[in-house]
């Protein structure tokens, strides 16, 4: 079954409570919190993201689902720790050499928590292949990170197909996350690639009536 993590990234300020409330009614699985620094990627919305992570977690049961758009990772790590949040993903092209991705790893499992790796659209997955046996789920950026509304990029499906091609021989368990453009048009082919969890931010912020689009959605396979 697909699993549906709500990008809060577009969400506005006012009434995001309610919001926060209506997107956990609607049978979400867990809220995706997009943390970006200004640094790897030009927005920072580093105290809004906070701001959403606590009031998630002090107004829903669900799990927040990290996403570190971040240069210095051990430092936003320390911080989200602290909110037991449901897994940690930080991005190779940020963490890049094997002994600082190796270390962060470490530090994420210690605590109890679990981690994963986000790749880029431009990232091929041989960069990622050798950690696939220690962590629990790789985020496959399906836009260029740094901002919510774009549109899928075509040739990320494709990368998905292979990465769990990959997966599925090596009998490696361990979750496909598809984040960036996705919407009632692309989903189906984006689950047909592999991915079992989607990020939907825009495309369900956006909806009428957030219950049926999240039952669409994970009814259209
Ligand atoms: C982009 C973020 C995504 C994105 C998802 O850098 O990682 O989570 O905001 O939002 P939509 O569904 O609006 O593309
Ligand atoms: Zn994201």
Do not use: W
């Amino acid at each position: 079954m697909v699993e549906i993590s709500a990008s809060l990234l577009n969400l506005n300020k006012e009434n995001a409570n309610r919001k926060i409330y209506d997107l956990e009614v609607s049978k979400i699985d867990c809220f995706h919190i997009d943390v970006m620094d200004g640094q790897f990627v030009e927005n920072n919305n580093v105290d809004l993201m906070k701001d959403y992570a606590l009031l998630t977690s002090h107004i829903s049961n669900l799990g927040i689902d990290v996403h570190l758009m971040v240069n210095n990772i051990e430092e936003f790590v320390e911080e989200y720790l602290s909110l037991s949040p449901r897994i940690i993903t930080f991005h190779i092209e940020s963490s890049k050499d094997e002994d600082r991705t190796l270390k962060l790893i470490k530090k994420i499992k210690e605590r109890g928590t679990k981690v994963g790796i986000a790749i880029s659209p431009d990232t091929n997955i041989d960069e990622i292949k050798k950690y696939l046996g220690m962590i629990h789920m790789v985020l496959v950026m399906t836009v260029i990170p740094g901002k919510g509304g774009q549109s899928l990029i075509p040739k990320t499906i494709q990368k998905i197909k292979n990465l769990r091609e990959y997966i599925n021989e090596k009998k490696i368990d361990i979750d496909i996350e598809a984040d960036g453009g996705i919407n009632g048009e692309n989903a189906k082919d984006v689950i047909k690639a592999g991915a079992n969890i989607l990020v939907i931010g825009t495309y369900l912020l956006n909806s009428e009536n957030y219950f049926e689009t999240v039952k669409s959605i994970k009814t259209c396979y």
